[in-house]
């Protein structure tokens, strides 16, 4: 176990990267089907948008969470994946400057502890994961990599 663990073969690593695409993918699916279904959610994902002053708040709900919902989809089954992180990208980026940082984080701190508020809300950790996926795409068990013919697993 050991050996696999501290191994450098990159088939264990692209398993690795494949499951936790699957999985943010089917997280971004999850939530986005719950703000546009579930009267809780979509209460609350209706109360942020307006307290954020967007116009057409209800359209920008839904229409956001459905985009979650179908871009987490195909992230999860590894269709247009780039493009799927670039477009949940910028759905958390809105959410960090808009709402994030400005309700979670307090006013006046040094930059160190800034910084450290910063890196504990789990959409930064989101973003930096989709960063990968920009760059490196589906990896392997997707359909991605199986339209490619470049096979990567």
Do not use: C
Not at 79 to 108: E, G, Q, Y
Not at 128 to 143: A, D, K, M, R
């Amino acid at each position: 176990m050991l050996k696999i663990i501290f191994s450098q073969n990159t088939k264990y690593n692209l398993n690795a990267y494949a499951v936790s695409r699957i999985l943010i993918g089917v997280f971004f699916l999850i939530t986005g089907i719950n703000k546009l279904f579930n009267p809780v959610f979509q209460a609350s994902m209706l109360k942020t948008i307006t307290g954020i002053g967007f116009p057409y708040p209800q359209f920008i709900a839904n229409f956001t969470a459905a985009n979650e919902a179908i871009f987490g989809l195909l992230l999860a089954i590894g269709l247009f994946t780039r493009f799927s992180a670039i477009v949940l990208n910028i759905i958390l980026f809105t959410a960090l400057f808009t709402f994030d940082i400005p309700n979670h984080i307090p006013k006046d701190l040094d930059v160190f502890t800034w910084y450290s508020y910063f890196l504990y809300l789990p959409q930064v950790l989101y973003v930096l994961f989709l960063f990968n996926v920009i760059f490196i795409g589906g990896g392997p068990i997707s359909i991605d990599d199986r339209w490619s013919g470049k096979r990567v697993s």
